[in-house]
């Protein structure tokens, strides 16, 4: 083989295999090593979802993509999501100003592919939840991330919520 058959297969086709195949992966993971790993699996799949957060803030950096709002942040936290995970994530900014805005999540390939694999949608919410919090506190430590709505819990859409870190303390 070389590297002229590779350029047989059109890199849009390579992009969504490898964006459809790291979507797929943390659940085949999950069938597998859960019933081996035992009650601390979740505390371990954390860890790796975190790490991947601190990827997505090293293309960030790399390519200077903006986060010194809230709107600067959901159209960064968009593109690193479609940059990880592909196009599949279908996302519309749904209101806000430069301190609070709002995404929702429309098309979700994680959801997808846990339909596909038959997998327990209540597995889902965590491990986005370990990506995406901490990769909005990475790019700017003055704001974090709330949840408002998640298809993957029943929700018909997910709704996320990027605001100051001040406000979301005093909302709990």
């Given at each position: 083989m070389?590297?002229?058959?590779?350029?047989?297969i059109?890199e849009s086709?390579?992009w969504m295999?490898?964006?459809?195949?790291?979507?797929?992966?943390?659940?085949?993971?999950?069938?597998?090593y859960r019933?081996?790993?035992g009650?601390?699996?979740d505390?371990?799949?954390h860890?790796?979802?975190i790490?991947?957060a601190?990827?997505a803030?090293?293309l960030a950096?790399a390519?200077?993509l903006?986060?010194q709002?809230?709107?600067e942040l959901?159209?960064?936290l968009?593109?690193?999501?479609w940059?990880?995970?592909?196009?599949?994530?279908?996302?519309?900014r749904?209101?806000?100003?430069?301190e609070s805005?709002?995404?929702r999540?429309?098309?979700?390939p994680?959801v997808?592919?846990?339909?596909?694999?038959?997998?327990d949608?209540g597995?889902?919410?965590?491990?986005?939840i370990?990506?995406?919090i901490p990769l909005?506190?990475?790019l700017?430590?003055?704001f974090?991330?709330?949840?408002?709505r998640a298809?993957?819990?029943?929700?018909r859409?997910?709704?996320?919520r990027v605001?100051?870190?001040?406000?979301?303390?005093e909302?709990?």
């Amino acid at each position: 083989m070389s590297p002229k058959d590779l350029e047989r297969i059109p890199e849009s086709a390579r992009w969504m295999v490898c964006s459809r195949l790291l979507a797929k992966l943390p659940l085949l993971y999950d069938i597998v090593y859960r019933p081996v790993v035992g009650e601390s699996y979740d505390e371990r799949e954390h860890e790796i979802w975190i790490e991947m957060a601190r990827e997505a803030r090293d293309l960030a950096d790399a390519f200077h993509l903006p986060r010194q709002t809230a709107v600067e942040l959901a159209g960064t936290l968009s593109t690193l999501a479609w940059a990880f995970f592909g196009r599949d994530f279908q996302f519309d900014r749904v209101n806000g100003d430069e301190e609070s805005t709002a995404l929702r999540i429309r098309r979700c390939p994680f959801v997808e592919e846990a339909d596909l694999v038959e997998i327990d949608h209540g597995l889902l919410p965590d491990r986005c939840i370990a990506f995406m919090i901490p990769l909005v506190e990475l790019l700017n430590p003055a704001f974090t991330l709330r949840y408002v709505r998640a298809a993957c819990a029943g929700d018909r859409v997910c709704e996320l919520r990027v605001l100051p870190r001040e406000q979301a303390d005093e909302e709990v």
